[in-house]
């Protein structure tokens, strides 16, 4: 099993629409969970941390259950800039730490 | 600011050539990362260091691939001899205090 799995996707969305992803891990010594965002070509930016708690910014939300061991991005009223790949992010520690990507989620919203 | 640079941006090689790729990380970051990406694999972490120190190399594919880290500002990512299999986008991070990386534009590498 991945230590990290996400659907590839694609997700196609219309313009104003909901959409959530979930990324599970395997570890359940990962300590530090993170949405990264990648437009095709362009490097991985981050997006947010991802906090016990849950958080939000602006139109998108992300929440983490370790009891089932993932995590969530909720996007609302989805632009056409919202298009790309969101990938999850997962940090263990215990010695040296430990950062494990997602394969990523593609979004694409259309008009 | 300057962000991570990379360079090249591209290569294109033959099988059994060497390829230097080089990386300059964000002034007063600590940790610096290789990371390849391809569509199969997604992005997987190569190396890590911490204070120019190899933390975890256990991404590194083989012995065919080495990075090092003479200072705190110049990283180079060196495979030889290069194969087909190794074409991919090969990007370097950066981080203080080993939270938010911030990536370089990459290095897409082909090899033929």
């Known amino acids: 099993r991945k230590e990290v799995e996400q659907d590839p996707g694609p997700f196609n969305v219309p313009e104003g629409a909901t959409v959530a992803f979930n990324c599970t891990y395997s570890?359940?010594?990962?300590?530090?969970f993170f949405w990264y965002r990648q437009d095709c070509r362009k490097e991985p930016k981050l997006l947010m941390s991802?906090?016990?708690s849950g958080n939000e910014d602006g139109r998108f939300t992300a929440q983490l259950n370790r009891a089932s061991q993932y995590i969530s991005l909720l996007i609302r009223d989805s632009k056409l800039s919202d298009s790309a790949t969101y990938l999850c992010?997962?940090?263990?520690?215990?010695?040296?730490?430990?950062?494990?990507f997602g394969i990523g989620t593609k979004l694409q919203v259309i008009p | 600011d300057a962000g991570v640079i990379q360079s090249p941006r591209h290569e294109v090689t033959e099988m059994g050539q060497e390829v230097t790729l080089r990386c300059k990380p964000i002034?007063?970051?600590?940790?610096l990362f290789w990371y390849r990406q391809t569509m199969m694999r997604g992005l997987e972490l190569l190396i890590y260091?911490?204070?120019?120190?190899?933390?975890?190399d256990s991404g590194m594919p083989e012995d065919r691939f080495s990075a090092k880290m003479p200072n705190a500002s110049f990283s180079t990512l060196k495979i030889q001899p290069s194969e087909p299999r190794d074409s991919a986008v090969y990007f370097c991070?950066?981080?203080?205090?080993?939270?938010?990386?911030?990536f370089g534009p990459g290095t897409r590498l082909t090899v033929t």
């Open positions: 991070a950066s981080s203080f205090g080993s939270e938010k990386q911030y």
């Open positions: 570890n359940s010594a990962s300590q530090s």
């Open positions: 991802v906090y016990s």
């Open positions: 992010v997962v940090k263990r520690t215990g010695g040296y730490q430990k950062v494990t």
């Open positions: 002034s007063g970051h600590d940790y």
């Open positions: 260091f911490n204070n120019n120190v190899p933390i975890d």
